[in-house]
């Protein structure tokens, strides 16, 4: 089983734990349906139907998702129970996604921004009573964006104590970005390069977010957008090894990049942004494995220079096939870290990490923390 399908089937377990346990929160995320399920419903006769139709699928719940939230999601102040769901139809969309030849948005086949199709699955899925809800919200978000105003940021709260009073936006935006990794602008005095796909690192993002509908912003190409903000536990698992969530994170984004900036080599478009104070600290992309080998490391002597430290790995696949080796490649820079693994835990799948002297540190002292005897 490879890494994503651990966190796919541990993302189910949880959730089916806490329907069992505890009432979800807001309690209308109990008639949404799991993945799974989505999976097994929506099929078709031809395969790349039954895959447009369920990564459609599991699109329109997500942006229903966000509908009935009130503006909560462009926040980031869905609950956990929110973000655990919306986190697991993304990664079992990403999954398929995967599998076939064309990793784009047109895959999709127009599903996940069809009305008729989303009115299909309002009507399987959902009682009456949330369907008329969920009717009353997006009308009066339109008539509110037809009328020039702004999303309110209403709907349900998390179950703890009562939020205290917003404060304007200039003054919460900045006290959401806390201080600067120092490693950063040790880099930046050196004259490293920084960006990744053209995004600073040691900022907040200025991104956009994404479009519900994928394909076209406004009549233009969509640019690198943010995706969602994923829940730490589940990423962790995704990240694995060579990228461990660091004490104090605030967060990992997912960033999905324009067509125009996708690499071949990069195993989907898109990559997680790992955030500290609010700003963007480390970057962790996964590559196609050992067949873009070639490439990576033609694109990554291109921006960091030849001077590579170079290990050998011999890799003996637990499916019987042959032994292979690899040349994994690292870059120490005065304030930032680049380790390239050919291959990681699945054998199927490589990385690239990107990342503050700090945040590498760190991870370092995390995993020689974890590898001490427990006995």
């Known amino acids: 089983m490879n890494r994503l399908s651990y966190v796919l089937l541990l993302s189910v377990f949880n959730a089916a734990s806490l329907m069992a346990q505890r009432p979800l929160n807001p309690r209308y995320l109990a008639e949404f349906p799991t993945a799974e399920r989505i999976l097994l419903d929506i099929r078709a006769n031809d395969p790349q139907e039954t895959a447009a139709r369920q990564m459609g699928a599991l699109f329109q719940m997500n942006r229903i998702l966000g509908e009935l939230s009130e503006g909560r999601d462009l926040r980031n102040q869905l609950t956990y129970d929110e973000q655990s769901l919306m986190t697991s139809y993304r990664l079992h969309r990403s999954e398929i996604q995967q599998s076939l030849a064309d990793k784009t948005f047109r895959a999709m086949r127009g599903y996940e921004q069809d009305a008729k199709f989303r009115d299909e699955l309002l009507k399987r899925y959902f009682s009456p009573a949330l369907q008329a809800q969920w009717a009353k919200v997006t009308s009066e978000y339109n008539a509110r964006i037809q009328g020039g105003g702004n999303v309110p940021v209403t709907g349900v709260p998390p179950p703890a104590a009562a939020a205290p009073p917003a404060a304007a936006p200039s003054k919460q935006a900045a006290n959401a970005v806390g201080p600067p990794d120092p490693s950063i602008a040790k880099a930046r005095a050196s004259n490293v390069d920084t ?121 003996t696949p637990d499916n019987g096939s042959k032994e292979f080796q690899v040349w994994d490649l690292d870059w120490e820079f005065p304030g930032l870290h680049v380790e390239y693994k050919v291959v990681d835990a699945t054998v199927n799948d490589g990385a690239v990490l990107i990342e503050s002297e700090s945040i590498y540190n760190q991870r370092k002292a995390q995993i020689k923390e974890a590898a001490k005897p427990k006995l």
């Open 195 to 315: 960006k990744v796909f053209g995004i600073p690192l040691g900022e907040p993002l200025a991104l956009p977010k994404c479009n519900l509908f994928g394909g076209l912003f406004g009549g233009q190409p969509q640019p690198n957008c943010i995706a969602d903000a994923d829940p730490t536990g589940l990423i962790a698992g995704l990240i694995g090894d060579i990228g461990d969530i660091v004490p104090g994170g605030d967060n990992v984004q997912t960033l999905q990049l324009a067509d125009g900036n996708c690499p071949t080599w990069l195993d989907g478009c898109e990559f997680f942004a790992i955030m500290r104070n609010g700003r963007f600290v480390a970057a962790r992309l996964r590559t196609k494995g050992r067949t873009v080998e070639t490439a990576v490391s033609k694109e990554l002597r291109g921006k960091y220079g030849e001077r590579a430290s170079m290990q050998q790995r011999f890799i």
